[in-house]
């Protein structure tokens, strides 16, 4: 195969679309097949890659299989999908190519990148080891892919005989097909991985290709500069085909190489294309359009035809020299313009801007003679730009650098009035307040003050320009108000007296303390409370809440709301029963119904100190055929007996522990007695509640 000789133009394209799935960072996504779909009236059109060097390579000779399956037929989804296989598709053998590299470059490009020992790239006119030289030789296979896929985007016919596109034409309206490239897999016997290329098409879908867009020209000195938009149509167009008329009527092509973008990546696509053309003369009227082209070989529209004439650029631009202010407050200007020049020119200007900034500039004297070197004006503004402008007799212009003329000015603007602003939920603050109408002020600055009295600190590093500003302040600080107040400033840095000062007030969205328990009481049938009040001026209610530990019923339960603001509160729960144990907390809530957490909590039991009667009906036997005395009683029902403690006592001796029986007993028989000895006996129940209870006493003469 012949040697690929290419131009500047070919090195200078960037990779093909289908390069466009490869990322820039370290993770490697799989090889895989992308296919692209273009509907035309009549036919589908297709085309696809491998879009990684050596899986591209090795897929060349595998072959790739092309499936079509029918979704949609007059809008109804078919149960089951009709599939048809479309072929199997390999590059066309070396013989094939030789009618067409002669004549076709793409052809030329691809036939070598397939079968070509070597793949060597030249510039045309250069050295081979000059600093604007190809690709280095080492990264042969890549230069194969890249430029490969390149001139099959440049060529239809050339990607379909390299077994890259299919065009199917047994296709109807009213049906919608999903088509699936993959790799040979009777001819796949290495296993290659790559994954399916799949695109969905309908005839239904068809719409004209769109002309380019925002095409414009920028006439200058013997060239043109066009430009058009590229983003919004990088899915229809890859290539674009300028053309160009000396008459408006007649275009021929500037080349017959296309122009591409070379500014788009992955990450950061470009946006627009620019294009610079070269004028054989100026001053007279060139036109331009363009029109865009598919990978599928298709030509769009024309664009909008723009047309210009190359303008001579003035070679001298005026300087001013001096501008002085005079006793009547008009500023006079001098300007230097060689003198040789003013052959070129037809007039002077003299522009103005209060800012200097770009855009900002107006004219305010036009045909000054160019013969003229001095003009006096009034002064505009506190501060005057200034610059002179030489046109052109072709129209053309250059202009001189700016100066600055300021009049003395000490009178600072006047008091910024009608001062107002809110505080949201979130603890934003809108200010706003009245325009300044001053000529040269130059904006406001905002103070602001967190204690009344207290001196404001500026918030604004610049002075800002419209008279409104947004601030924030922290809700959950303790100080409930903020304050501010704003001041105007010029251009000459004078500074007006404060506004009257702002008082806002800031929500309330923090939480009271809870109040705290200070002490308690505890009776037979009450139970004493006191506390003291939550912290803060916006506390409006304290309640207390109670929950049962020993009833059924163990919900918390409100029992005590007071409204009035004391330092300390008691109060006496008289609705609890003796030994059963209560849970009380403390809350307070503010006025705008903020409620406190809870308090800490306090368990408390009431404890009955009066002596319980348990035990009753004590009686007592003395059998003296068994020789013992036999005692029984009865325990009250109910009673939570843990233990009876028995005391005996002979007469004339101290009583003394006898024994102790359990809760449930109710006799016992003492065998150790004496005949002729009086024995008293004096039971004491323990409950379990440690209430003290009464001592029953009884006397056996045995």
Known sequence: MKKIIAGLWILALIAPIWLTAQTADDSVPPPHIRLKAGIDTHRINLRWAV?????WQKANKIGFTLKRYTLIRDGKLLPQAEEKDLGTFLPAPADAWKTMIDSNNNAAIVAQSLFGDSFEVEMGNQKPDAVEGIMNKSQELD???????????????????????????????????????ALDSANNTNQLAVAKGQAMASLDDWEALPAPLGFIGI?????????????????????????????????????????????????????????????????????????????????GPYSNVVSGAGKKA??????????????????????????????????FELIYSESDRDGSYKTLRDNIPVTDRTVTVSSQSPSNYFKIRAVGKDGASRESFAVLVQPDDNTPPAIPKELNGKIDSLGVVRLQWDADTDRDLAGYHVFRGVEKGEELVRLTPQAITVPQFTDTVQLQNLNSKVYYY??????????SNPSEILELTKPDIIKPEAPVFSGYKLGSDTIQLSWTKA????????????????????????IYEVKDVQPDYT??????????????????????????????????????????????????NADRSKRLIALSWTVKSGAAVSEIVVYRRKAGERAALWGTLNGAQNFLEDKEVQTGTTYTYLL???????????????????
């Open 51 to 55: 879009d990684e060097p050596l899986a």
């Open 143 to 181: 230069q194969r892919f890249s430029f490969a896929l390149m001139a099959a985007d440049l060529d239809y016919t050339v990607a379909c005989l390299a077994g890259w596109g299919y065009t199917d034409t047994a296709v109807q309206k009213g049906e919608k097909y999903l088509y699936v490239v």
């Open 219 to 299: 006439f200058q000195d013997k060239t043109v500069t066009l430009a058009w938009e590229y983003l919004q149509l990088r899915d229809f167009y890859t290539t674009y085909y300028i053309e160009r008329s000396e008459d408006g009527k007649n275009f021929q092509p500037l080349s017959n190489l296309p122009v591409m973008n070379m500014n788009d990546k992955t990450d950061k696509p470009a946006s627009g294309m620019l294009y610079v053309d070269s004028l054989m003369q100026n001053d007279k009227t060139y036109s331009y359009r363009l029109r865009g082209k598919t990978i599928f070989g298709e030509y």
């Open 314 to 347: 003035l070679e001298a631009a005026p300087r001013i020299t001096a501008a002085n202010i005079g006793k009547d407050g008009n500023i006079r200007l001098d300007w230097d313009f060689p003198q040789t020049a003013e052959k070129d020119l037809a007039s």
């Open 486 to 495: 704003v001041t105007a400033i010029d251009k000459r840095e004078n500074q």
């Open 535 to 558: 912290y803060g001026d916006s506390i409006a209610i304290h309640r207390l809440y109670r929950q049962s530990l020993d009833d059924k019923d163990t919900a918390w339960k409100l």
């Open 571 to 620: 109060y006496i729960d008289r609705n609890v029963t003796a030994n059963h144990r209560y849970k009380y907390y403390l809350q307070a809530i503010k006025r705008n119904g903020l409620a406190s957490d809870r308090s800490q909590e306090i368990t408390l039991q009431c404890i009955d100190l009066r002596a319980a009667s348990v035990i009753s009906h004590l009686i007592g």
């Open 684 to 702: 004491k129940a323990m409950l379990k509640s440690d209430q003290p209870t009464k001592t029953e006493t009884i006397t056996v003469d045995y």
